[in-house]
């Protein structure tokens, strides 16, 4: 039980810290409910970026980095960062 209530202390530290501070940098995978959500908001997210793109085309690419979480200066240009996995 005390696994799952740090767990969930966590959850609710994301999300305040997105409420209150808008789109964060790089998002704790581990912190959704439904992960596979976030990565469908990307994908429609990357195909109202390039409106020549079809939500149907899009794909997913991934990139495995060694740069820690707090190291990073600003959101990716294109999808997200996420750590956690």
Same mark, same amino acid.
């Given at each position: 039980?005390?696994?799952?209530?740090?767990?969930?202390?966590?959850?609710?530290?994301?999300?305040?810290?997105?409420?209150?501070?808008?789109?964060?940098?790089?998002?704790?995978?581990?912190?959704?409910?439904?992960?596979?959500? /976030?990565?469908?908001?990307?994908?429609? @997210? $990357? #195909?109202?970026?390039?409106?020549?793109?079809?939500?149907?085309?899009? !794909?997913? /690419?991934?990139?495995?980095?060694?740069? @820690? $979480? #707090?190291?990073?200066?600003?959101?990716?240009?294109?999808?997200?960062? !996420?750590?956690?996995?």
């Amino acid at each position: 039980l005390g696994q799952w209530l740090e767990s969930m202390q966590q959850r609710n530290e994301q999300w305040r810290r997105w409420l209150d501070r808008g789109r964060p940098i790089c998002f704790w995978l581990g912190g959704f409910m439904r992960p596979r959500s /976030l990565i469908a908001a990307v994908m429609q @997210d $990357a #195909a109202r970026k390039h409106k020549a793109l079809r939500l149907e085309d899009t !794909v997913l /690419l991934t990139e495995v980095t060694k740069v @820690d $979480a #707090a190291e990073l200066k600003g959101p990716a240009e294109n999808g997200v960062y !996420v750590n956690g996995l």
